[in-house]
């Protein structure tokens, strides 16, 4: 199994699709590496050799991906909240921050529906 940025990538896909294993890698973004690369995005990445595994690791690395990012992500939105930004009020109350409607949906964000009584009147 290649491990690319500490992430092992699975064998039996094609390469195009293992690399979208790490966040913040997508389907573009995988191919834009494997063009830089110059590696055949329809292999397997149980066919890779060495040479191509490590021209993918230092293509890779060439973006803000796994820990980092995530990072700068909650940086971000600890940031929207200290401000006290719109976002960032949402964030802290737990509603869906872009837009959405919550008046009869958004139980992701919300969480289990609570009860109200005497609501059969």
């Given at each position: 199994?290649?491990r690319i940025?500490?992430?092992d990538v ?8 293992a690399?979208t ?10 191919n834009?590496?494997?063009k830089?690369?110059n590696?055949?995005i329809?292999?397997r990445?149980k ?15 060439k ?12 940086m971000n ?11 960032g009020?949402?964030h ?8 959405q409607?919550?008046?009869r949906?958004?139980?992701?964000r919300?969480?289990k529906g ?8």
């Amino acid at each position: 199994m290649a491990r690319i940025k500490g992430i092992d990538v699975p064998d039996n896909k094609r390469i195009e699709i293992a690399l979208t294993y790490i966040y913040g890698i997508g389907r573009s973004l995988s191919n834009k590496i494997l063009k830089d690369a110059n590696v055949d995005i329809n292999k397997r990445a149980k066919n890779l050799d060495n040479d191509e595994l490590g021209r993918i690791r230092e293509e890779v690395n060439k973006y803000i991906t796994e820990g980092d990012l995530r990072r700068e992500i909650n940086m971000n939105i600890k940031t929207k909240m200290e401000i006290n930004s719109y976002e960032g009020t949402r964030h802290k109350k737990g509603l869906p921050v872009r837009g959405q409607r919550t008046s009869r949906n958004a139980r992701t964000r919300k969480g289990k529906g609570k009860v109200v009584a005497n609501k059969k009147k």
